[in-house]
């Protein structure tokens, strides 16, 4: 006798009590009406042979035996016994699902929703923005100078460069505090978690290195060097390259992540500030700084496609979850919407001071936009791309990130 060969179910699922019992009693539900089209069918099969189907149907046979008839009520009475048996089984199952229900309601309730992390230099801290209410629920304090932070992609872990201390925090996104810190960097800055949440990758700032975390061990594992002054880091999707500028050299060197080694170097760009992949990875948007453009990068042959204009002295650039819009923050106190089908600017967010950095929800419904100058973060409706709402209560707020994160109420 062989295995039975099981198929792959990746991506995992988790979910929760609550989630399952609805999922169980749909499946019996299914299994039931399944169970009576079987005895309707066998109706129909009496109704055949004694040629009393409804009237307008003639299929049924000119003759028939007697022994042709028991035979084919031996059959019905077999299939309606199996019938019976599959009924009670599944009145077991849904007893069981019964009690499942009972014990529900004393277990704890898992509740996911987007959580929006916000450093701020400033205060040495970082808070935590619920973003149904769109109000801080948490401050974290026990930073020196937090620069930027970065979500695992299960929403589990945030982790914070602290450039004051050269260290890197992890977070439990769960209690909001500090689980332990990871030291050995330069000046920490920008950081990038990998697709897969195995690795994440750390610009040391002062000394133009980026340093990559084991992020199962949270200890650094290589060194890349070759940059010059680099301001942020972006995955592809398969996460294999990290695409990172390089504003001094006007450049945007390329990683392959298997080998942490520059395997290209691009150039043709104008001091680039920012980069963002679009999630389908065919593309990179690369602000230039000095020229007010962004260059579309063509991921598959590391050229640039097309030349965007009409941004006031970008500095950072965002992509929504779904590929659409780009989101383009101008130091001038506004934010440019890119169109990526047509590679346009489709619109125009005014109402900021020095918009600094942003992130979307997960459904990608709002972007969150940290402003610097005024010490708020704005939330954009990227439906109607208007502020729908704006955040107060921070100093100098600088990086920001959105996760799912999962708490127990």
Same mark, same amino acid.
């Given at each position: 006798?062989?295995?039975?060969?099981?198929?792959?179910?990746?991506?995992?699922?988790?979910?929760?009590?609550?989630?399952?019992?609805?999922?169980?009693?749909?499946?019996?539900?299914?299994?039931?009406?399944?169970?009576?089209?079987?005895?309707?069918?066998?109706?129909?099969?009496?109704?055949?042979?004694?040629?009393?189907?409804?009237?307008?149907?003639?299929?049924?046979?000119?003759?028939?035996?007697?022994? =042709?008839?028991?035979?084919?009520?031996?059959?019905?009475?077999?299939?309606?016994?199996?019938? &019976?048996?599959?009924?009670?089984?599944? =009145?077991?199952?849904?007893?069981?699902?019964?009690?499942?229900?009972?014990?529900?309601?004393?277990?704890?309730?898992?509740?996911?929703?987007?959580?929006?992390?916000?450093?701020?230099?400033?205060?040495?801290?970082?808070?935590?923005?619920?973003?149904?209410?769109?109000?801080?629920?948490?401050?974290?304090?026990?930073?020196?100078?937090?620069?930027?932070?970065?979500?695992?992609?299960?929403?589990?872990?945030?982790?914070? !460069?602290? =450039?004051?201390?050269?260290?890197?925090?992890?977070?439990?996104?769960?209690?909001?505090?500090?689980?332990? !810190?990871?030291?050995?960097?330069?000046? #920490?800055?920008?950081?990038? &978690?990998?697709?897969?949440?195995?690795?994440?990758?750390?610009?040391?700032?002062?000394?133009?290195?980026?340093?990559?975390?084991?992020?199962?061990?949270?200890?650094?594992?290589?060194?890349?060097?070759?940059?010059?002054?680099?301001?942020?880091?972006?995955?592809?999707?398969?996460?294999?390259?990290?695409?990172? #500028?390089?504003?001094?050299?006007?450049?945007?060197?390329?990683?392959?992540?298997?080998?942490?080694?520059?395997?290209?170097?691009?150039?043709?760009?104008?001091?680039?500030?920012?980069?963002?992949?679009?999630?389908?990875?065919?593309?990179?948007?690369?602000?230039?700084?000095?020229?007010?453009?962004?260059?579309?990068?063509? %991921?598959?042959?590391?050229?640039?496609?097309? %030349?965007?204009?009409?941004?006031?002295?970008?500095?950072?650039?965002?992509?929504?979850?779904?590929?659409?819009?780009?989101?383009?923050?101008?130091?001038?106190?506004?934010?440019?919407?890119?169109?990526?089908?047509?590679?346009?600017?489709?619109?125009?967010?005014?109402?900021?001071?020095?918009?600094?950095?942003?992130?979307?929800?997960?459904?990608?419904?709002?972007?969150?936009?940290?402003?610097?100058?005024?010490?708020?973060?704005?939330?954009?409706?990227?439906?109607?791309?208007?502020?729908?709402?704006?955040?107060?209560?921070?100093?100098?707020?600088?990086?920001?990130? &959105?996760?799912?994160?999962?708490?127990?109420?």
């Amino acid at each position: 006798m062989s295995y039975p060969n099981i198929p792959n179910t990746t991506p995992l699922l988790s979910i929760s009590t609550e989630q399952t019992i609805p999922l169980l009693l749909t499946s019996i539900a299914f299994e039931e009406l399944a169970l009576a089209h079987i005895i309707n069918s066998q109706a129909e099969e009496l109704q055949f042979m004694l040629g009393t189907l409804p009237t307008g149907i003639n299929l049924s046979p000119t003759a028939i035996s007697i022994p =042709e008839l028991l035979a084919i009520n031996s059959s019905v009475q077999r299939t309606l016994r199996d019938v &019976i048996k599959k009924e009670m089984l599944l =009145e077991f199952y849904f007893e069981n699902v019964l009690d499942l229900m009972k014990k529900s309601s004393t277990l704890p309730i898992s509740k996911c929703e987007d959580f929006v992390y916000v450093t701020h230099p400033n205060f040495n801290s970082v808070s935590v923005i619920e973003s149904a209410s769109n109000t801080i629920i948490d401050t974290i304090h026990g930073f020196s100078f937090p620069h930027k932070v970065a979500i695992t992609p299960d929403g589990a872990r945030a982790y914070v !460069t602290d =450039e004051g201390n050269n260290t890197v925090a992890y977070l439990d996104t769960a209690t909001n505090t500090i689980i332990d !810190t990871i030291s050995g960097f330069f000046s #920490p800055a920008e950081i990038a &978690i990998t697709p897969d949440g195995a690795r994440a990758y750390v610009v040391n700032s002062s000394n133009s290195t980026i340093s990559v975390i084991d992020l199962e061990t949270n200890t650094i594992t290589d060194t890349i060097s070759g940059f010059s002054f680099p301001p942020e880091i972006a995955f592809t999707p398969d996460g294999t390259r990290a695409y990172v #500028p390089n504003p001094s050299s006007s450049t945007v060197s390329v990683i392959n992540t298997a080998t942490n080694m520059v395997s290209e170097t691009i150039s043709g760009f104008s001091f680039p500030r920012g980069i963002a992949i679009t999630p389908n990875g065919n593309h990179a948007y690369v602000v230039n700084a000095t020229n007010n453009t962004v260059s579309v990068l063509d %991921i598959t042959t590391n050229s640039i496609s097309d %030349i965007i204009s009409g941004f006031a002295s970008p500095y950072r650039v965002g992509i929504t979850p779904n590929g659409t819009q780009a989101y383009v923050l101008n130091q001038n106190g506004t934010v440019s919407v890119i169109d990526t089908t047509t590679n346009s600017i489709s619109d125009t967010v005014a109402g900021f001071s020095t918009p600094n950095d942003v992130a979307f929800t997960s459904d990608g419904m709002y972007a969150y936009v940290v402003d610097s100058g005024n010490d708020t973060v704005l939330v954009i409706d990227t439906t109607t791309n208007t502020i729908s709402d704006t955040i107060s209560g921070f100093s100098n707020p600088f990086g920001i990130a &959105i996760g799912m994160v999962c708490t127990t109420q």
